[in-house]
């Protein structure tokens, strides 16, 4: 069994460059699906749709609607994957239905509140403040994901053409605009990266001269967050969520928006007309006569 899970989150690291937070994530709901097994004395191969809905059971007061949503949906995606391996004959978990959850439209932050994430002054302006004001122009220029941003290499950008390449899930390459901001602020890092003592061809590198992690990036826009007093937790994604807001209000269209987000899915970018149409309505409600 340990053989099986180990196989899977090496498929999802290697091929499918997920990243280190969503490898853990799946790994975590894997064990505990696995020792629920070992408890009934099963294997994965035993497992069918009463005993994944057993397992189910045992989730709830425990766990929200969403939590067990995505243990469901990772005992999914593993059992597709032995099946795509000849390692299992079926996915007894496809046949499985999981309570519905609430539905939340991302956080974004308003134009304004991306400028003051991005220009927040300090006495000091040393390689890393540097370093962290190209990572928050360039999140917010392009809508990266942290995983993307954090494996970029020097030759995946190119200031001249203003793009960079990424690679995104399924170890999907897409090229991305770069807007002027950030390759101004890219320019100026680039310029003193060396200062940081490079052992790696990663454009954002750590204080040791490493690639950084999407840990570290996570925790350094945090920071940012707080220093410029937005009261939102400010996340990378945050910043994916508020690029993807603003083209679309700025008129730009949904397929452009789908394809430099890297969704395979329209429906996936379309949560974000809801944002707009939230907008509006608040609009109306507090400017209309007879709203």
């Known amino acids: 069994m340990n053989e099986l899970l180990e196989s899977f989150i090496k498929h999802l690291s290697d091929e499918r460059n997920y990243s280190e937070h969503t490898v853990k994530a799946y790994r ?86 991306v400028f003051n994430l991005v220009d927040v002054k300090e006495a000091e302006k040393s390689p890393l403040r540097v370093r962290d004001r190209a990572i928050l122009e360039l999140l917010y220029s392009s809508g990266l994901r942290v995983s993307e941003l954090a494996g970029a290499t020097l030759v995946d950008l190119s200031i001249g053409e203003a793009i960079i390449r990424v690679r995104g899930k399924g170890n999907k390459e897409r090229i991305v605009p770069v807007g002027s901001k950030a390759l101004s602020a890219l ?47 400010v996340s990378p994604h945050v910043l994916r969520h508020s690029f993807a807001t603003h083209l679309l209000a700025g008129g730009a269209d949904l397929r452009a928006i789908q394809e430099m987000l890297g969704h395979a899915s329209l429906s996936t970018t379309q949560r974000y007309t809801h944002l707009s149409v939230e907008r509006i309505m608040e609009v109306y409600d507090k400017t209309h006569p007879n709203a």
């Open 187 to 233: 320019g100026e890092y680039l310029d003193i990266r060396g200062a940081l003592k490079p052992v790696s061809d990663h454009i954002f590198l750590n204080s040791r001269g490493g690639g950084i992690t999407t840990r570290s990036l996570a925790r350094i826009i945090k920071k940012y967050g707080l220093v410029s007093g937005i009261s939102k937790n």
């Open 28 to 113: 975590g709901d894997l064990e505990n699906f696995r020792d629920f097994l070992l408890k009934e004395e099963k294997k994965f191969e035993d497992a069918d749709v009463a005993t994944i809905n057993a397992y189910i059971s045992t989730l709830y007061g425990k766990n929200s609607p969403a939590s067990v949503e995505r243990k469901v949906s990772s005992i999914r995606s593993f059992f597709s994957y032995l099946v795509r391996k000849g390692l299992a004959t079926q996915n007894p978990a496809k046949l499985v239905r999981t309570p519905k959850k609430e539905k939340h439209l991302p956080v974004f932050l308003s134009v304004d509140e």
